[in-house]
């Protein structure tokens, strides 16, 4: 082992009360780890930076080249900032088996030093494993287990478990469960905390368990699951080859999908400090460029009849209006004869689209098939073909009928025929009654709504993108261009060669001359990012998602291998199901249950009061056990109380953040203090805070929603919950 200068400061930095820990009999070890580790991260540093300046620095080159060179900048850059984005807190703790008496350190990331000793293995790996799941009953191997907790860069606790009897001899230290407990009831911030080093065995099954198929991870409040979908993101990608970054248009073959974009914002540490910088994160809003405006549906029945997957299948028969060949043939005119086009060479030049193909980019394969039709008709009169093509394509009735036929189209507009005229809608929706279809007729067709989406995003994925053909003309022509230089070069190449074998004139052949075209120099079509196909997703809060929302997820994902998250008793408009029968009746085969049944988050106090409101509406609610005590009472009081509950709890905590829930009608322009946010229950699901102040809970609304609105409402509490009421 190389020699390694000592820490400037100790990486220890207890507090009086926890000075027994501080025995070098108890720590020794690790601050030797953290001098080795500190020095392999400064080595590690400088040799990653010197290497991207010299990647850099080099040629571009093309073709595999520079696709090779970008990946190895890519790369490199990527572990340079994970490396850079912590310090000593790489390491996550130690665990000791009954192998061997040294010690296993847990990081982030992996880290060699210099001669290649290991000295943090991968949260990740399969070695790493027993350190989170390693149980009394099943101890996975090991003797003992040691986990920090890191503050601002130093360690300002740890707590050790053993799990054999000879584990307890010369340990002062032992503090089980309690530190865990404690580390639980820490102020919040407005960003989710990292709580890598406190996974619980319970949760790390269900963040190591397979891609294949849907998981379910179901549980209530306050038991992980937005923390196990997270680090569940980051094992997948990981452990699974299947989910390997690419280097084209997406970072990742993940989607995490969360319920709005507050939430979003909370999260948005938490997979770059697991290493994982690349996965794309949205709401269902983002997967349509409408979601951004959208209104929320303010009418049941209307949400109701759109939410349905028949609804979505509607698209399908919308389309196909707009792809009957017609009925009729035609004579066509040109300078050099008149051809006959039937009914039956339309219907043929229509079967030419692939199954699959969206409707806009179809349109040129129809259109060149159609041309091929009457170019075969008129081979006799020795026509050259481009004459010929050029002379067909000017022909203004034919292009007229060809249009009417298979014309291009707007997806936004599409949908809002369906809205606008009611011949068209009981054309492509049979099905509904004639009430029905009145209810869904609306004086302002495009005025979209979040009952919309699914229907916008099924006509946007059905029709492509109107400037596909456009752009395919454009990079069919630039490769033209490109082939006709190639053929230049060629020419010049065989003219100069005097070899024996003449080897130059190979170069004649098609396949070599397709290979000297440069592909990268063509203009890249540039796809939506979320449009997918991806090899994954992750779907936070799912119990809120419709059958036509599933369907937005379903098209992105053909290998249907999705992480499910959520708490039928969190459904705002009722989930009598079970996941099986949901996700099934959607399309999600292969679905198998995790539950969740512990609440870390939510002190007994607070569960004590919301477990009721939730029974009243929903009697079965898988209600999880709070595992401690905040020791501070519900408070109740009046309205007029707000101001002053708000400036003491901030005057005494210099650190955490409070919520303000309410009806958002109740929810001012703009909120009185720092580290005090106001929300509706909808847009605080998902989230957490100190202190959860919640205004007039009737008002929130009756049957499961409101009952559902409350619930969530109280459970966001991690300290103190306080409920306020209007009166005199």
């Known amino acids: 082992m190389p020699k390694i200068s000592p820490l400037k400061t100790s990486a220890f930095a207890l507090p009086e009360h926890l000075e027994r820990k501080a025995d070098s009999k108890l720590i020794g070890k690790d601050e030797q780890q953290f001098e080795a580790i500190a020095a392999s991260l400064s080595e590690s540093i400088a040799e990653l ?74 949260w990740r790996s399969p070695a790493a494993e027993p350190f989170f799941g390693a149980t009394h009953a099943n101890p996975m191997g090991l003797v003992s287990r040691r986990r920090f907790r890191w503050t601002r860069g ?61 998981l379910v991870v ?21 452990s699974d080859p299947r989910l390997s970054r690419r280097s084209n248009h997406r970072k990742s073959d993940v989607l995490f999908v969360g319920p709005h974009q507050p939430y979003l914002a909370y999260i948005a540490d938490v997979l770059p400090s697991l290493g994982e910088e690349g996965v794309q ?42 792809e009957e060949p017609p009925s009729e043939g035609m004579e066509v005119e040109t300078p050099y004869a008149d051809v006959s086009l039937s009914s039956e060479d339309w219907a043929e030049a229509f079967d030419a689209a692939e199954p699959g193909t969206p409707h806009n980019e179809a349109r040129d394969d129809v259109w060149d098939a159609l041309l091929e039709i009457l170019a075969d008709k008129m081979s006799g009169h020795d026509v050259p073909q481009g004459l010929l093509r050029r002379a067909l394509t000017l022909t203004p009735e034919l292009q007229a009928n060809f249009n009417r036929a298979w014309p291009l189209l707007d997806y936004g507009a599409l949908v809002a025929d369906l809205w606008r005229v009611p011949a068209y809608l009981r054309l492509c929706a049979p099905w509904l009654q004639p009430d ?38 454009k990079q069919a022509a630039a490769q033209a261009a490109e082939r006709e230089l190639m053929d230049r070069v060629v020419d010049d190449l065989i003219a100069a060669d005097d070899s024996e074998n003449l080897e ?33 997703i992750v779907v936070d809060e799912a119990q809120e998602l419709t059958d036509a929302e599933w369907r937005m997820l379903l098209l992105r994902c053909p290998s249907r291998s999705f992480t499910v998250v959520g708490d039928r008793a969190q459904a705002r408009h009722g989930f009598t199901e079970s996941w099986e029968e949901r996700l099934e009746r959607v399309g999600l085969a292969n679905v198998k249950l995790a539950g969740l049944s512990i609440n870390y988050r939510t002190p007994e106090e607070v569960m004590a009061e919301a477990e009721p409101v939730i029974r009243v509406a929903l009697p079965d609610a898988n209600v999880p056990t709070s595992v401690r005590s905040s020791g501070v009472p519900v408070g109740h009081g009046k309205t007029q109380e707000l101001g002053g509950i708000l400036e003491t709890w901030l005057a005494a905590n210099p650190e955490g953040t409070a919520c303000v829930i309410t009806a958002p009608e109740a929810i001012p322009v703009k909120p009185r203090q720092d580290r005090v946010s106001w929300r509706t229950p909808e847009l605080a699901k998902g989230l957490e805070f100190d202190l959860v102040v919640l205004i007039d809970p009737e008002t929130l609304g009756s049957g499961i929603e409101g009952a559902v609105d409350r619930y969530v409402a109280m459970t966001r509490a991690t300290r103190q919950l306080v409920i306020l009421r209007s009166g005199q």
Not at 453 to 458: F, I, K, T, V
């Open 281 to 322: 994160t949205c709401t269902l809003r983002d997967l349509v460029p409408e979601g951004a405006t959208a209104a929320a549906e303010s009418d049941p029945e209307v949400a109701r009849l759109k939410s349905s997957v028949d609804m979505v299948k509607a698209i399908e028969r919308a389309v196909k209006f707009h």
């Open 436 to 473: 029905e279809r009145a209810t869904l007729q609306r004086e302002d067709p495009e005025a979209w709504t979040t009952a919309d989406l699914p229907l916008l995003d099924a006509a946007r994925q059905r029709l492509g993108d109107p400037e596909a053909p456009r752009r395919k003309r």
């Open 504 to 536: 130059m004139h190979m170069l004649r052949g098609d396949d070599m001359r397709d290979k000297l075209v440069d592909r990268d120099a063509l203009e890249a079509i540039d796809p939506d990012v979320l449009a997918g196909p991806f090899a994954h």
């Open 154 to 214: 130093r360690i300002s606790d740890y707590w050790d478990e053993v799990f054999t009897t000879g584990g307890l001899e010369n340990n002062t230290a032992l503090d089980d469960q309690s530190a865990f407990i404690a580390s639980l009831g820490s102020s919040r911030s407005p960003r989710m905390r990292d709580v890598l080093a406190t996974i619980q065995g319970d949760q790390d099954q269900i963040i190591r368990a397979g891609s294949r198929g849907a």
């Open 49 to 122: 930076s010197n290497r991207l300046d010299v990647t850099r620095k080099q040629p571009g080159g093309r073709g595999q080249a520079a696709l090779d060179r970008d990946q190895e900048i890519h790369r490199t850059a990527a572990r340079l900032k994970a490396l850079r984005r912590f310090g000593l807190d790489l390491c996550l703790g130690r665990m000791v088996s009954a192998d061997s008496p040294d010690p296993v350190y847990i990081g982030r990331l992996g880290l060699n030093d210099s001669q290649g000793r290991r000295l943090l293995i991968d």
């Open 218 to 238: 179901d549980g209530g409040p306050g038991t992980g699951k937005t923390v196990v979908a997270l680090h569940r993101t980051a094992y997948l990608l990981y």
